[in-house]
C-alpha cells in the first residue's frame, strides 16, 4: 500500500473537545488542517469512546498528509464525564446524535465531508449517508458490522446478556468494581485481560473510560438495540444507487463482519470496493499500533481514490 508523503518531522496529535449536542455532553478527537481538503468523520464501534482510536487518527491525518481535518466523536454517555443523568441511548439515538453534530458543526461548511465507521460505526455512517447525501462524498465502513451473523456464539451470548437486565446490570457492576481499584492495581488487572498486544493508547482507554457502571450500562443498551435493528438485512437499493461513493474493509476472521457478508455484499451490490485484511489483525484493530498503522494507510488510500473520482465525475 501506498505510503503518503508528508511534511511532518513528528506526529501531529489529537486534540481533546468536548462539546454540546442535542443537550448531551459528548468527547471529541480532532485535528484540524489548516488548509483542509475535506472534513473526515469518524464513528466508532460499541463501545462508542474515540480514546480507543487517537493513534489511527493521528496515522490517517498523516496518511493524508495533513490535507483533511478529522473529527471522531464518541457515542453519547458513552465515557467517564459523559453521564447524561444516567439516560440510556439506543442504536437510532445515536444516529440521530450524529446527524445533529454534523448540521451543528459542518453545516455550514462547503469542504467535502468523508464519513468513516467502525463496527455498527459503519452502520450508523450508512444511516447519516442516507440522510445527508448532498453533503457526503466519499463513505468507508472497517470491520462493518451491517446484520446479525447467526452463526457467531460470541453475538449470541452478548444479545443474551444485553436482553437480560439482571446480567447487563451485573456485568456494569462488575466492571465499575474494577474500575474503583487503585489506579495501579486496575490497570495491572487490565493489561492481564487484555493481553500484551494491546497499546498504551487501548490500556489507557479502558482504564479511564470504560470501567464506569454508567458508560458499560449504555454499551450493554445500545447493544440490545442493535440486535434488534440489525436482524433486518442492509439497505441493498442505497448500496447500490451509491456503490462508487462507498468502500467496505473487512477482516479475514472477522465474527462481526464475517467473509459470508463480505460474499452477499459483493453479490448483492456487483462492483462495489471491497477488500479484506489478511494481516492478522483483529475487529479492535485500534487497539494495537500496527492495527492502527496498516487501517490508516488503507483508509487514506481509498479516500484519495474516491475524492479523485468525484472531482473529475
Known sequence: MEKANTEFSQKIKCVDRRCIISSFSVDLLEILSKKPSMHVFFIPGNPGIVSYYRDFIEDL????????????????????????????????EQIDHKVDFI???????????????????????????????????????LYPFLTLNKDSSTQSITGMVARSPILSG???????????????????????????????????????????????????????????????????????????????????DDHWGPLTHFEEVSRQVPGIDLSIEREGLTHGFSCTVAGSIWVARYVADVIRNKIGAEMKS
Open 61 to 92: 491525518f498523516e496518511n493524508l498528509g495533513g490535507n483533511a481535518s478529522i473529527t471522531a466523536i464518541s457515542h453519547t454517555a458513552q465515557g467517564r464525564k459523559a453521564v447524561a443523568n444516567g439516560r440510556l441511548f439506543s442504536l437510532q
Open 103 to 141: 448540521e451543528q458543526e459542518m453545516g455550514t461548511s462547503v469542504i467535502p465531508v468523508v464519513l468513516v465507521g467502525h463496527s455498527i460505526g459503519a452502520y450508523i455512517g450508512l444511516e447519516v449517508f442516507k440522510r445527508m447525501q448532498q453533503k457526503v462524498k466519499v463513505y468507508v465502513g
Open 170 to 252: 451485573t456485568v456494569s457492576l462488575l466492571v465499575s468494581l474494577i474500575g474503583s481499584l487503585p489506579a495501579r492495581i486496575s490497570e495491572t488487572l487490565v493489561r492481564r485481560l487484555l493481553g500484551p498486544s494491546w497499546s498504551f493508547t487501548a490500556i489507557d482507554a479502558t482504564c479511564n473510560h470504560l470501567l464506569e457502571y454508567h458508560t458499560m450500562h449504555n454499551v450493554l443498551y445500545m447493544a440490545m438495540t442493535e440486535f434488534r435493528e440489525l436482524s433486518a438485512e442492509p439497505d441493498w437499493v442505497f448500496l447500490r444507487q451509491k456503490k462508487d461513493q462507498i468502500a467496505f474493509l473487512f477482516g479475514d
